[in-house]
C-alpha cells in the first residue's frame, strides 16, 4: 500500500538460517522440515543482504550522456556469522565433507558446496522467509580464536542462477501473518 503505514515497519528481533542441498523447495508457510538443517546461534549483527548490479552505458556519437543501461551483472549475496561450532557449521564454512573420526579435512583441492539457504524472522504475527534455492559460501572472514571472545565463522554466501525452475529467480522474499494480510500483501 502507497504511503505511510507503519504496519510495513519491520523489526527483525530474533531468526534463524537455514540450509539444505541445492534446489531443495522451500515451504513458506509450514515448518522447517528435513533436508533443511538449522545452522543455529548467529552474531547479534543478524543477517546482511548485499546486492549489487553493474549497468554498462549505451554511448552514442551523438549525444555525452548515455542513452540507455544494460544490466551486465548481478550479485546477490548474504552476510552472517555463526556462533556453533558443529558438524552442520564447520561444513558449511570450510565447503568440506563430514568428518572421519571427530576430524574436519580442509581439502588442497575443494569442491564447490552448493546449498539452498533459508532465513526466517517474525515480526509480531508477521513471519518472513528468505529464500536462496542455489548458492554457494564465496568468503568466509578471519576466524579468531581468542580467550576473551566466542569463536565466530563468517560467511558469505551468494546466490547461483537455478539449473532447475525459474533461471529468472535468485531468491524470494515472503510475508505471511495476520499484519500482512491487513496491509495487502500475499500470505
Avoid at 538460517?17 to 522447517?32: I, K, R, S
Avoid at 571472545?149 to 542462477?161: D, N, P, Q, R, Y
Amino acid at each position: 500500500m502507497p504511503g505511510l503505514n507503519a504496519s510495513e515497519i519491520r523489526v527483525a528481533g530474533t531468526g534463524a538460517v537455514y540450509v539444505a542441498p541445492a534446489h531443495t523447495p522451500m515451504n513458506f508457510t509450514g515448518e522447517w522440515a528435513a533436508p533443511w538443517t538449522d545452522l543455529g546461534y548467529t552474531t547479534a549483527d543478524g543477517v546482511k543482504f548485499v546486492k549489487k548490479d553493474k549497468l554498462d552505458p549505451v554511448d552514442t556519437w551523438q549525444s555525452v550522456a548515455a542513452i540507455r543501461y544494460v544490466f551486465s551483472d548481478r550479485d546477490f549475496s548474504v552476510k552472517f556469522s555463526l556462533l556453533q561450532l558443529n558438524s552442520d557449521t564447520l561444513q558449511f564454512f570450510f565447503s568440506s565433507p563430514a568428518p572421519s573420526g571427530g576430524v574436519y579435512t580442509i581439502a588442497a583441492a575443494p569442491k564447490v558446496d552448493e546449498r539452498a539457504l533459508g532465513i526466517e524472522f517474525t515480526d509480531g504475527a508477521v513471519k518472513n522467509r528468505f529464500y536462496i534455492p542455489r548458492g554457494v559460501v564465496t568468503e568466509t572472514d578471519e576466524t579468531a580464536i581468542t580467550r576473551t571472545s566466542a569463536i565466530k565463522l563468517g560467511v558469505t554466501f551468494t546466490a547461483m542462477t537455478p539449473i532447475s525452475g525459474d533461471p529468472e529467480t535468485l531468491a524470494q522474499w515472503s510475508i505471511s501473518g495476520a499484519a500482512a494480510a491487513a496491509a495487502g500483501t500475499s500470505e
